[in-house]
């Protein structure tokens, strides 16, 4: 379930939050986190909405000219109670409290290439 992200940078304008401990990560980790997560339930059919439990590892690596810098995540992810629809908020989401609810670790990749 890997989403190659390019346009990451747009992440400060996600209007989503992230619950958990996630207190070792910078915002912008975060953001990243929500943004692509928002990104993944618009792309899918899936009839609920997934959002951010907690990001487990973050890695950046300088690639070989043209310089670029490849990011990749790995964050866990629950099943809200929240319908997948356009005009979904997840901040106002929560996740879903069952037996057999979904839990996912997914990880995302995402390159930035100075202008």
Same mark, same amino acid.
């Given at each position: 379930?890997?989403?190659?992200?390019?346009?990451?940078?747009?992440?400060?304008?996600?209007?989503?939050?992230?619950?958990?401990?996630?207190?070792?990560?910078?915002?912008? !980790?975060? $953001?990243?986190?929500?943004?692509?997560?928002?990104? %993944?339930?618009?792309?899918?059919?899936?009839?609920?909405?997934? $959002?951010?439990?907690?990001?487990?590892?973050?890695?950046? %690596?300088?690639?070989?000219?043209?310089?670029? !810098?490849?990011?990749?995540?790995?964050? +866990?992810?629950? +099943?809200?109670?929240? $319908?997948?629809?356009?005009?979904? $908020?997840?901040?106002?989401?929560?996740? %879903?409290?069952?037996?057999?609810?979904?839990?996912?670790?997914?990880?995302?990749?995402?390159?930035?290439?100075?202008?």
């Amino acid at each position: 379930m890997a989403l190659l992200l390019a346009l990451l940078l747009a992440a400060a304008a996600a209007d989503v939050a992230v619950s958990g401990d996630l207190a070792r990560f910078s915002p912008d !980790v975060i $953001k990243a986190a929500d943004f692509a997560i928002s990104a %993944q339930n618009r792309m899918s059919n899936y009839p609920y909405a997934y $959002k951010v439990m907690s990001v487990l590892s973050d890695t950046a %690596q300088v690639r070989p000219p043209p310089a670029r !810098v490849k990011y990749s995540m790995v964050v +866990e992810v629950g +099943e809200t109670a929240c $319908k997948n629809t356009q005009s979904l $908020k997840l901040s106002d989401c929560v996740l %879903q409290n069952l037996p057999n609810t979904k839990v996912l670790l997914t990880e995302f990749y995402y390159t930035l290439t100075p202008p």
